[in-house]
């Protein structure tokens, strides 16, 4: 069980196998930082893409010494994430890292059919959240990028992120398939494709897991609420993962919890052929840090 962030780091230092992680347009103050961490942390081998000049006089008025560092000179704005996930695509890198470029161009480079990351499975994010009041890590898809998911895309986001969790080790997750309530009715969509969803794992169609839903977010947190409601639940208070009904619930879920609940966060994004951390610009280092760490784990027997 995976407690807190220290925990994800933790695992990914004891990997037996060190990875490289490539970041694309990495000529930054905060990417800089986050190099020198994992490098502290020994935590991966690196390749810095982006102006070999500029990125050496930031790394000299910071202090980072970039001696164990690769860096692959790219001064064109416009090519550089080209170049960077073309040595992810080709086998010099493991985990692709968003740096200062702009994320429409990142998620460009991606989905480049050439030299992009892409297997023709819709791309999700999981997001995982640090919540002090909390007994341990749980995991959000998708607040990031699938809209509107349909009953098949719920089907793909649940097999992406079970995935991740499985090669983390979480064999057996507790899965929370959110909606309102936890009455199936045709007026409320998600109640349906949850109870779908639930019949499909029990097919098995989807991975080893443990679902439940349709399941209110307080049922799913509280067992109070569970017992109060007269509901049997086997992740009540336990779960590892929720799946939000639209990228508005995932949205507002995860920024409540770290306004009102002191939630640091870390995300990645799934179903492309490497892991791909894509954390907005502003994002802080330690989220940064955790997010590379858990993309590491992440693409264990990749």
């Known amino acids: 069980m995976y407690q807190d962030f220290d925990a994800i780091l933790a695992a990914a230092q004891a990997m037996k196998e060190k990875k490289t992680v490539c970041i694309a347009d990495a000529a930054s103050e905060k990417m800089l930082h986050l190099t020198a ?18 990125i050496a006089a930031l790394a000299a008025a910071q202090g980072v010494d970039l001696s164990a560092v ?8 416009a090519s550089v994430g080209r170049t960077a996930v073309a040595l992810v695509s080709g086998g010099a890198a493991d985990v692709y890292v968003k740096g200062k470029m702009n994320t429409s161009d990142f998620l460009r480079s991606v989905l480049d059919k050439e030299v992009g990351l892409r297997t023709g ?21 998708d607040g990031g990028m699938v ?28 899965v929370a398939l959110l ?15 949850a109870a779908e969803l639930c019949a499909m794992a029990a097919r098995g169609e989807l991975p080893e897991a443990i679902y439940e839903g349709p399941i209110a977010f307080d049922v ?17 208070g336990d779960v590892d993962l929720l799946l939000v009904p639209n990228i508005e619930t995932g949205n507002c879920l995860g920024k409540s919890m770290a ?12 179903g492309a052929r490497k892991p791909v951390v894509m954390s907005s610009r502003a994002a802080s280092v330690r989220g940064k840090l955790t997010s590379v760490a858990w993309a590491l784990l992440a693409c264990q027997n990749n």
């Not at 909606?179 to 494709?193: F, I």
Request: aromatic share 4%; proline share 6%; charged share 25%.
């Open 220 to 236: 799913a947190m509280r067992p109070d609420a569970a017992a109060e409601k007269g509901i049997v639940s086997q992740v009540s």
């Open 37 to 54: 961490e994992l490098l502290r942390r020994d935590l991966c081998r690196i390749i810095l893409v982006g102006d070999r000049d500029a």
């Open 147 to 174: 809209v509107a998911p349909t009953l098949e895309d719920k089907a793909v986001l649940l097999k992406n992120a079970v995935g991740v969790l499985h090669r983390m080790g979480i064999q057996r997750p507790k």
């Open 259 to 270: 306004y009102f609940g002191g939630a640091q966060t870390a995300g990645i994004v799934i």
């Open 121 to 141: 499975e819709k791309l999700s994010v999981l997001t995982c959240y640090d919540i002090p009041t909390q007994k341990k890590l749980f995991f959000l898809t």
């Open 70 to 77: 690769t860096i692959v000179h790219e001064p064109d704005a």
């Open 179 to 193: 909606s309102a309530n936890e009455k199936v009715s045709p007026g409320m969509p998600s109640t349906v494709d």
